[in-house]
């Protein structure tokens, strides 16, 4: 069949992306879905800092790819295999499909998952094939949903099933900024009640993080960020105190706790952020970090603070999350008026303005901005 993406050809482009225009919307060739493959009809789509970083080279991807991976749709065809879907279903797309078989699999940790992460950075589905092309050859698929696009043909293993009452555009939300921010408070963090929390860096995974330590009960939840819109939004989602980002952000979040923080998560995907985080927080304390920088930034540690004052460094992909189990969960939480996703939606927008839609998340005046494609 033939469908509409958005489609990035050479990364690296100038900004403003309105005058360059790295994204093209073009018509290309998606072939049906194959075994534990489905066909899903998508009806909205998020704009994600991982689809900004490809686009500014800052995460080397193959290409011509046709982007996007925070998206929810409905189910038209199912491939050979797919006994426990349906169509007709809603469904939201998860960007680290798990095979279900290797070591962190069988851990039950599939953000973890090897063949997807080789499948992810090769540019295919699960199984290494693509489903995509145009008149020159083969396009590459992102994070195994390609999702700025009118249709996509994804994995089984990159599809969480979700209540057909459930608006998709904001079930979009729940398959990467909100599994990504609250799961890195409950799930990697594990904060518990009364504990202080910080967050650094306030996009739509900060933020999400932010809703995540008030619905786990922390008795203080900072916000840092260097846009006082940001700050203001983190108010109203419950933070609180804010700090704008700066020198002596850290000192006055030690001031405020008496030493630190016993958690800071660091979201802002910067090599000074995550100093800064680490600087917040306590002896003792755990640091998480969510961010992805560069490839080729590196910090460096104090080792004898990391043993003397028993610190704790830890990374965190999709929030360490279960998609299956933790999906389900987030949307309870959000129905019950515990996690208000909704209000991380800084607006919506038609495929044609996707490059527009990047320069708004590039200068920081947006937090999540979705693609309709049902208007």
């Not at 009809?41 to 686009?55: E, F, K, N, T, Y």
């Not at 650094?200 to 900072?222: N, P």
């Not at 998609?323 to 919506?348: E, T």
């Amino acid at each position: 069949m033939k469908i509409t993406a958005a489609v990035l050809r050479q990364p690296g482009a100038p900004l403003p992306y309105a005058k360059s225009r790295p994204l093209n919307i073009e018509q290309l060739s998606l072939d049906p879905p194959g075994r534990d493959e489905v066909l899903v009809r998508v009806v909205a789509a998020g704009l994600c800092h991982s689809d900004l970083s490809v686009i500014n080279g800052d995460r080397p991807r193959p290409s011509p790819i046709a982007l996007g991976h925070e998206a929810a749709g409905v189910i038209e065809a199912l491939g050979n295999g797919v006994n426990d879907l349906a169509i007709g279903d809603h469904v939201v797309m998860v960007f680290m499909p798990s095979c279900g078989h290797c070591l962190p699999c069988s851990e039950g940790r599939p953000a973890l998952c090897g063949p997807g992460a080789a499948a992810n950075v090769a540019g295919t589905l699960l199984n290494g094939d693509r489903r995509l092309s145009d008149d020159t050859g083969a396009v590459y698929h992102h994070l195994g949903c390609s999702a700025f696009a009118s249709h996509a043909v994804v994995s089984r293993r990159s599809l969480v099933k979700v209540d057909r009452d459930l608006p998709l555009h904001e079930a979009a939300l729940f398959g990467c900024a909100v599994l990504t921010g609250v799961g890195a408070v409950v799930n990697t963090a594990d904060v518990k009640a009364g504990q202080t929390v910080a967050v650094v860096g306030l996009g739509g995974v900060g933020l999400a993080a932010v809703l995540g330590a008030v619905a786990a009960g922390a008795a203080q939840v900072i916000a840092i960020d260097m846009l006082e819109d940001k700050l203001t939004l983190a108010r109203g989602l419950g933070a609180t105190t804010t700090i704008p980002a700066g020198a002596d952000a850290a000192a006055q979040v030690r001031a405020l706790t008496n030493g630190g923080c016993d958690v800071v998560l660091e979201m802002a995907g910067s090599l000074r952020a995550l100093e800064s985080a680490v600087a917040m927080t306590r002896r003792g304390g755990l640091t998480v970090t969510a961010g992805l920088p560069p490839p080729d930034a590196a910090l460096a540690v104090n080792v004898v603070a990391l043993v003397a004052e028993e610190r704790t460094l830890k990374g965190s992909y999709i929030g360490t999350c279960v998609p299956s189990r933790d999906i389900p969960r987030y949307v309870a939480l959000y129905r019950a008026g515990r996690l208000p996703v909704d209000q991380l939606v800084s607006g919506y927008l038609t495929l044609d303005d996707i490059n527009i839609g990047f320069d708004e998340l590039h200068s920081g005046r947006a937090v999540r901005q979705i693609i309709r494609f049902d208007t």
